[in-house]
């Protein structure tokens, strides 16, 4: 026998109609099952519980006592069930860190982007010295 409403929402701790709107944002869904609401919020909530948890044991928040943003991207980067993650959890760098390896990357763009082209250049001059030889 299924719990009344207000039963169940005592039983999770996310707001259901939040998880509602969040499901309804996807086009392959026209309605939503009660049941399935409830069963989406308490799977979202035992998951959240279980990264945190992991996260906790698994990072420095025993020294601190405390769980932070880098044991959970810690996580999220080495513990393989939680790889998923990485790209919605990604390590914390400066500012400055960024603009740095930017101009690097763009750097090393343009060196590759020259070298590629000077490659394609001796290529088409094999290419025409061949045929002007033949």
């Known amino acids: 026998m299924a719990a009344p409403a207000g039963l169940r929402n005592r039983l999770v701790s996310l707001p259901l109609s939040r998880i509602r709107v969040i499901m309804k944002s996807s086009p392959e869904v026209s309605s939503i099952n009660q049941d399935a609401l409830f069963l989406t919020a308490k799977a979202t909530e035992l998951f959240v519980q279980y990264l945190a948890t992991y996260s906790y044991k698994h990072g420095r928040g025993k020294e601190k006592n405390a769980l932070t943003y880098t044991d959970l991207s810690h996580t999220a980067e080495e513990c393989e069930t ?11 760098i400066l500012a400055s ?38």
């Open 82 to 92: 939680f790889q998923f993650l990485a790209d919605i959890l990604p390590k914390k």
């Open 97 to 134: 860190k960024y603009l740095k390896m930017l101009e690097k990357e763009k750097r090393d763009g343009e060196v590759r982007e020259d070298n590629d082209e000077a490659e394609e250049e001796e290529d088409e001059d094999k290419a025409v010295g061949d045929s002007v030889g033949s």
